[in-house]
Structure formats: C-alpha cells, structure tokens
C-alpha cells in the first residue's frame, strides 16, 4: 500500500474516528484504526469500532497503491497532529518487501507490519497489524432508510441529549429514544427528573404503516452530533437505518454506527399534563441570564432557586436563600394568566432546559407547585421540556 494525502485531511479525520476507539480495548486490534486505501477511485477510509460505536470517514487522496491495515490510533493522532502542512507520504514496506521478496505466510507479515510515514522533512515508522483482524462495521442489508437533513437531526439531537441520564444502572434512560411515524421523528430524553421531548420533520416519508422505536445510546448520538456540527450544509440528506440491535447513520463520505439500548423505555408521554392552571410567557434570555446570577448563592448550598409568579404585577420574582452566605433577589417582567403561586425548582435542570429551547421567546405552563411544569418555545422548533418542582422547606 502506498498514498499521499495532506496532513490536514489525515489529522482531521483520524481524531474524528478515533473517539470510537475504547480506552481499554478487549482486543488489542480494537486500539487501532482500520485504514483502506482504493487505487481505483483515490478514496482513503478510516474506521475505528469499539464493538458498540463505529466510526467510518472518507476523503481523497492520491493512491499509488491500494491496500489495508490497522494502525495504533493514540500513536498516528498524536504523530499527524503534529506534522507541519503539506503532504505526507504513507507507505506499508513490509507488503511491498514481501511481494519483491518471492512472498512471505500472511501470519509473518502481520507480525512484523511496519508503515512508513514521510511528511516533507521527517521519517516515522509505526508498527501495524494485518487488516484481517480488524472486526467488520455492522451492515443493514434490506432495511429502508429514513432520510433527514442535518440541519433537523441537530436540532433533535440539541434539544435531547442533555436531559439523558449518566447513571449506568438506569441503562435504558442513558440514551435517547428515538420514535419514527410515516411522516415525523420525536427525540425523547430523561433522567426521571426533567424530560424533554422534540419532534421533526422526515425529510422523505417512511414506508409501510406502523411505528418503530429505538433507544440509543447517548454517547453514540453526542458523536453523531459533534460530526455532522462539522458538516458544510445543513440541508444533507442523513440516512438513518435500522436493525436488530443497531442503527446506521450515513451522509456524504461518513458513517457511524451504534448498537441499541434494550429494556422497555418509559412512557413518556403520559407523564405531560394537558391542561394547565397558569401559563407565563417569557423572554427566554433574560429569564436564563437572570438564572445564572440566582445560581452563584444556589451552588453554596442545594442548588434550589424559587420562581414567586405575581400576576398582578405582572412579573415573577427569583431568590435564593444561602443562610450561611447571603442571598439574592431579581425581578423580571412576565405575562402572567392565573393565580400567584410560589414554586422551586433544581437550578441546573432549569438552566440545561433553556439554554436548549430555541426561541426568544418561551411558555411556562403549570397547575401546582409540586406538579410537573412544561417548558415550550414560542414559534419554531417543536419541543416540550418537562421539570419536576422540589419542595420548598420553611
């Protein structure tokens, strides 16, 4: 195998799949990057799995001689990092030794594996393993993609993922489930306290009748998410494909693959009033700024903020009691329709919710002070973010 590609491309790409490498490998193989050179159509691909997420990127290089092998992943970012710019020369010897050597057992050659990397003033050599040893990405054969555009799958991705729980016991709740009718997409996340709920527009409609439902994991879709925030247009068709116990994404030159969570996802949905008491329309930058400073005396203690409603002012009022570091008290105006109540909430649910609503303007919609509150952006995405009040102590 022999190519010439520039360092920008091999740097961008390796630390793009190398987060799918696993940090404690069960099988040396799986510390490497799997990389495929075709002479054919000058494409070089990089894939790293670690038998849950898989990670598969393409880009063009100049390829003298097509070929594959398993490269130490830490070792290659750490070495094409630091590379200046320009063109590097990468070179398996060992293969092209053994073909002007009359041939050599394919077990001798993965042994003593060795790629050349030649930038424009340097000579590295890295040792490999044979190709063959790397494990297959799953592959979805006969299963009809949905399609969706990058842009909605972001904003799916955004308005979910942060309300997933990092509790490994609650395995179910640790990704984000994932709802498919013939004409939408809902992205559901929990962590038993909060919820948040958004739901897209399929780009091309699914066929045949009938719901399906996944969960996912969210360290899959955190991945999923910072790739294609990388993407040049938003408006990229994503094919999303499943299977039993998978799920692929592909787009452009890229693919990523995850398993699937098992266990039976709450129901979520019975969990959103659908009527309410009190409504408050707010504006969503200043209420979150207005949050922060109320947080600086709430981290001293149980992060507890408390929302006084004032309908006849007009406004709502946020405090915070620290007794042993002070206080803090701000005021801001509100449209108000229902009755005053006081109630409070873990600062930090409420804070995560609304930096993920995106409108200038939001709802609060409620009915008691100990009854689940809805979050709701005014226009524009479609997203519902439940937060369960704490009781107020005297």
């Known amino acids: 195998m022999k190519l ?17 490498v696993p940090s404690r490998p069960t099988h040396p193989v799986l510390a490497n990057v799997l990389l495929q050179a075709d002479a054919q159509t000058n494409q070089v691909s990089l894939t790293a799995f670690d038998l849950s997420l898989g990670i598969r990127t393409t880009f063009t290089a100049q390829v003298w001689q097509g070929g594959a092998i398993a490269l130490p992943a830490k070792l290659l970012v750490d070495i094409t990092s630091r590379l200046p710019e320009g063109e590097i020369t990468l070179d398996d010897e060992s293969a092209l030794e053994a073909e002007t050597s009359g041939g050599v057992s394919e077990a001798s050659r993965s042994e003593g594996l060795i790629v050349t990397l030649t930038p ?20 979805i054969e006969n299963a009809e993609a949905l399609q969706l555009t990058t842009a909605s799958l972001i904003e799916g991705l955004r308005g979910s993922l942060f309300a997933t729980s990092g509790d490994e016991t609650k395995q179910v709740l640790t990704g984000v489930h994932l709802k498919l009718t013939q004409d939408t997409l809902e992205f559901a996340a929990t962590d038993g306290h909060r919820l948040a709920v958004v739901e897209t527009t399929n780009e091309r409609p699914l ?4 719901e399906i439902e996944v969960t996912v994991p969210a360290r899959s879709l955190r991945e999923l998410e910072r790739m294609l925030a990388h993407s040049s ?7 999303l494909s499943f299977d039993q116990g998978q799920m692929v994404f592909e787009w452009q030159h890229q693919r990523l693959t995850s398993r699937t969570l098992e266990g039976q996802y709450p129901a979520y949905r019975q969990l959103i009033p659908r009527q309410f008491e009190r409504e408050v329309t707010l504006d969503r930058r200043q209420f979150l700024s207005t949050l922060e400073r109320i947080a600086v005396l709430a981290d001293q203690k149980n992060n507890i903020v408390k929302i006084t409603i004032d309908s006849a002012g007009q406004q709502i009022t946020l405090s915070c009691e620290a007794q042993e570091m002070g206080s803090g008290r701000e005021s801001m105006p509100a449209q108000i329709s229902g009755e005053d109540i006081e109630i409070a909430f873990n600062v930090k649910y409420l804070m995560e919710g609304l930096k993920a ?16 509150v809805i979050f ?14 704490v009781q107020l102590r005297n």
């Open 4 to 20: 010439v590609c520039s360092q920008s491309d091999l740097s961008t790409n390796l630390s793009l799949v190398s987060r799918a």
């Open 207 to 210: 066929g045949g009748s009938g």
């Open 376 to 389: 709701t952006p005014l226009g524009g995405l479609k997203m519902t973010y439940l937060a369960m009040p």
């Open 120 to 139: 424009k003033s340097g000579h590295y050599q890295v040792r490999a393993m044979g190709a063959e040893e790397f494990p297959e990405l799953p592959i």
């Open 233 to 239: 247009d938003s408006d990229e068709p994503v094919a």
């Open 357 to 372: 609503l995106p409108a200038s303007e939001i709802q609060m919609h409620l009915n008691q002070n100990l009854t689940p």
